[in-house]
């Protein structure tokens, strides 16, 4: 099975902070994606990459930048975190079909910025 | 970008069969269309994926119609442990002409005994 490792699953962190959200894929996967999920909102995509160190913005990038220097990892940060980034991060990722993508999720990171 | 509209919210008794549609008129021709389920504090993790007419797996079905502007998740049968939120997914392309998966707002079913 694919795993997606997100490397913390509580974060605490304070207003000005910069922050590093580190995901994982073990599959070889072409693509990955940060998400935040807030209540009410659904999934917003943040960022999306799809080769190394190539990357796309989503919906919502304002305050965020990512980072894909090996094929199976892909980080999201936060240059300066702000307490409207308190949120629940997802990461994903998907393989190689152009059309047929099947997203394998990580199991997130509650972050609060303080 | 949101590219789907679902009902926000759905109720449903145990042993019931239930439908969740989804909208999705500027679906692509090469785009396939792919439901997800989450539960609370987890990731969403993937049900049932097709391109036309009808799918069925072990936990679902899956009807769509032929203009595929739109798409029905079934649910047979339906038990507490299916409380969750339902998603369906279409690709996108982004500014740049790259493909985006973004996901719509999604439907809380909630199957109470």
């Known amino acids: 099975d694919v795993k997606v490792t997100q490397s913390s699953r509580y974060l605490v962190k304070r207003t000005g902070e910069k922050v590093f959200l580190e995901c994982v894929q073990d599959?070889?996967?072409?693509?990955m994606f940060w998400y935040r999920q807030d209540p009410g909102l659904g999934l917003r995509l943040i960022y999306f990459?799809?080769?190394?160190?190539?990357?796309e913005k989503g919906d919502i990038p304002e305050g965020y930048s990512v980072s894909r220097e090996k094929k199976e990892r892909f980080s999201l940060i936060l240059e300066s975190a702000s307490t409207n980034q308190t949120s629940m991060y997802l990461c994903?990722?998907?393989?190689?079909?152009?059309?047929?993508?099947?997203?394998?999720f990580g199991s997130g990171t509650q972050l609060s910025v303080l | 970008l949101a590219k789907t509209t679902q009902p926000i919210s759905m109720d449903s008794y145990e042993g019931q069969e239930v439908n969740i549609t989804c909208s999705h008129n500027?679906?692509?021709?090469?785009?396939?269309i792919t439901w997800y389920q989450q539960f609370p504090s987890q990731g969403p993790r993937f049900i049932i994926q097709?391109?036309?007419t009808k799918v069925t797996n072990e936990v679902a079905s899956l009807f769509i119609p032929a203009d595929r502007k739109s798409s029905t998740l079934s649910l047979p049968r339906v038990s507490l442990s299916d409380t969750a939120v339902y998603y369906c997914?279409?690709?996108?392309?982004?500014?740049?002409?790259?493909?985006?998966?973004?996901f719509g707002s999604g439907t809380r079913l909630q199957v109470q005994p």
């Open positions: 994903a990722s998907s393989g190689n079909s152009a059309t047929n993508e099947k997203l394998f």
């Open positions: 599959m070889d996967h072409e693509n």
């Open positions: 990459s799809y080769d190394v160190k190539m990357k």
């Open positions: 500027n679906i692509a021709t090469n785009d396939y």
């Open positions: 097709g391109y036309k």
């Open positions: 997914l279409v690709g996108d392309i982004s500014n740049t002409g790259r493909r985006a998966l973004t």
